[in-house]
């Protein structure tokens, strides 16, 4: 039943992929988004987190991230890392410790869904460009 799931979406984003004729590249990723993701961390508890993302459009990002989980509240420091876009308007990103994401652009590069795809979590979350005046 999962896998019908996860095989009817991939086709639908494939499909819209193809009428919108996606290219995207480093570049479509440039300035700054707002974003919150939620989700269960095994072993921990409920996981909430809000936060800045600003990439550069070269494969070079920064962040800080307010979070909460299970009931205790805490933030990160200013983080470093790279990203990565396909042609296809998938992202990978990296910023240490175990946290690297997977991600899809949408909405001509002003948005894009994230999930944590590590073993231990499942967090995903929605980000959306803040103003243009970042670029």
């Known amino acids: 039943m999962l896998a019908v799931a996860f095989a009817t979406l991939f086709s639908l984003t494939a499909v819209t992929a193809a009428q919108g004729n996606e290219k995207c590249s480093n570049a479509t990723l440039k300035g700054s988004y707002g974003l919150h993701a939620t989700g269960p961390v095994i072993g921990v508890g409920d996981f909430a987190a809000v936060g800045r993302f600003t990439f550069d459009g070269k494969g070079n990002l920064t962040g800080k991230a307010f ?21 296809g308007c998938i992202v990978t990103d990296d910023w240490g410790g175990g946290n690297a994401h997977v991600s899809v652009i949408v909405n001509d590069g002003n948005e894009y869904f994230i999930l944590n795809p590590s073993n231990d979590r499942t967090v995903s979350g929605e980000a959306k460009k803040q103003s243009s005046e970042d670029d």
Do not use: L
């Not at 979070?67 to 042609?87: A, H, I, L, M, W």
């Open 67 to 87: 979070f909460r989980v299970n009931g205790n509240n805490g933030e990160t420091p200013e983080f470093t890392g790279t990203y990565s876009v396909s042609p």
